[in-house]
C-alpha cells in the first residue's frame, strides 16, 4: 500500500513571500508604505515632492524610486531634502519585492514615519505586484483622457486612492470629471478621489490629510 | 563511438516566427504596415484617426485596436469609415503576432494599402514584441514630459518615427523640446521627430506625407 502525499500548492508567489517580509519590516519600524503607479508623465515625482513639501515638519519621510533608467527622481527627491534610493530596473517594467527590499539597506528606516515608493512609469503591470506597502495609489492626469478607469480596469480595483492630477488642464483638453469619476466608480467603490494639481496646488490639503493618516 | 549532435539554439522566438508569417502575408497583399506605440493617453488614437482622414482618397487604412479591456478605440475608428479589428489583451500589457495573425481574418486585406495598428498603451512593454510591421513609431506627447526618453531609452531606440503630440500644451506646462530632442537623438540618430497636435491639427502634413510613404 502506497500513501499518496498531495504536494500543497504554494500559496504566495516567490514576489509575494519577500513582500511579506518587507510588510514585516515595515511594521517593526513603524514605517506606513505607499505604492504610487502611473502611466510615465501622469506626475507621481511631483507628487510624492508635493508631499515632501506639504507634510514637512509632520512626517518624515523617505522615498524609493523606480525607472527603467536614470536617477533624475532620485536627485530630485534628495535635493527636496528626503533620503532617496533609486532602483533602475534596466529594461523591467515594474518594480518587485526583492528590489524594494534591497533598496531598504540603502535608507534609514529608524528615522522615517512614512515611505513613498514610486513605481516604474506603466499603468498595466506594476500592479500585479505586491511590494509589502500598505496602501496603494493611482495617478491618473487629465491629458490622458477620461476613459483610463474604462481602458485599464484591472489598474484601479485594488487601489486605496485615486488622484487625478493635471486638473489645471482641464481648460485646455475635452475630459470629463464625471465621466472619470463614473469609470473609477464601476471597478471600485471604495477609494478616495483627489482632483489636484502639482504644478499650481490646487487642491493638494484633501491628499495630504490622506497621506498623513495612510 | 557515440557522435554528439549539438542542439542547435532556437534563433526566432515562438513569436517572431508568427511576425515574420505575418510579415509575408502584408507583403504578399503589398501593405504597409505601422506599430503605433506610446503610453496610456498620448493620443495614438487620436493620430490613427487624423491619419485616415487626412489620406483619405490616397490611401486605404485598415486598423487593429489593442488594449486590455473596451472595445472604445475600434468604434471609434470605424465610425471614421475604415476597417478595424479590436484585440483585448485582458491583462496582457502589449499585443503579440500571434494575436494579430488572428486579428487579420477580421480584415478586408486585399482592399487596404497601409494598416496600422494601436499598441496597448504601455511605454515598456510592447517595444520587445515584433508584430510583422514594417515600421515603428512611438508617440509622446507634452504633458509626459521633456525627460522620456532619458527614463524610457529602450522605448526609442528601435523607433523609425517619433512623434511629440499635444504641442498646443506647450504653453500650458514645463516642456523643453530641444531636451526632448536631445533625449532622443541620444539613442536614436535617424528616426524623424514629427511636432504636431491632433487636436488642432498643426504639424500633421509631414507626418502625413511620411506615413504615406511607409
Known amino acids: ?86 532602483i533602475n530596473t534596466g529594461g523591467g517594467c515594474h518594480l518587485d519585492a526583492p528590489q524594494v527590499a534591497d533598496a531598504l539597506a540603502g535608507l534609514p528606516l529608524a528615522e522615517l514615519d512614512l515611505l513613498l515608493i514610486e513605481n516604474v512609469g506603466n499603468l498595466v503591470c506594476p500592479t500585479n505586484f505586491l511590494l509589502g506597502e500598505h496602501r496603494r495609489v493611482l495617478v491618473a492626469s487629465v491629458p490622458e483622457g477620461d476613459d483610463k478607469p474604462l481602458k485599464y480596469p484591472g489598474s484601479f480595483v485594488t487601489m486605496d486612492a485615486v488622484v487625478l492630477n493635471k486638473i489645471d488642464l482641464l481648460p485646455f483638453v475635452d475630459f470629463d470629471v464625471a465621466a472619470f469619476e463614473r469609470g473609477v466608480r464601476a471597478v471600485n467603490q471604495r477609494a478616495p478621489i483627489f482632483l489636484l494639481s502639482c504644478r499650481t496646488g490646487e487642491g493638494l490639503e484633501p491628499w495630504l490629510e490622506w497621506l498623513a493618516a495612510a
Chains 1, 2 share one sequence.
Not at 515632492?49 to 536627485?75: F, H, N, P, Q, Y
Open 1 to 86: 500500500m502506497t500513501v499518496q502525499i498531495p504536494v500543497v500548492e504554494q500559496v504566495l508567489s516567490a514576489n509575494d513571500q519577500i513582500a511579506l517580509q518587507n510588510r514585516s519590516v515595515f511594521d517593526r519600524y513603524g514605517i506606513a508604505v505607499v505604492n504610487f503607479m502611473a502611466s510615465p508623465g501622469a506626475g507621481k515625482t511631483s507628487l510624492v515632492l508635493r508631499s515632501i513639501e506639504g507634510l514637512r515638519g509632520r512626517r518624515r519621510i523617505g522615498v524609493i524610486e523606480g525607472d527603467l533608467a536614470s536617477r533624475i527622481d532620485a536627485d530630485r527627491v534628495a535635493a527636496a531634502g528626503a533620503p532617496a534610493v533609486q
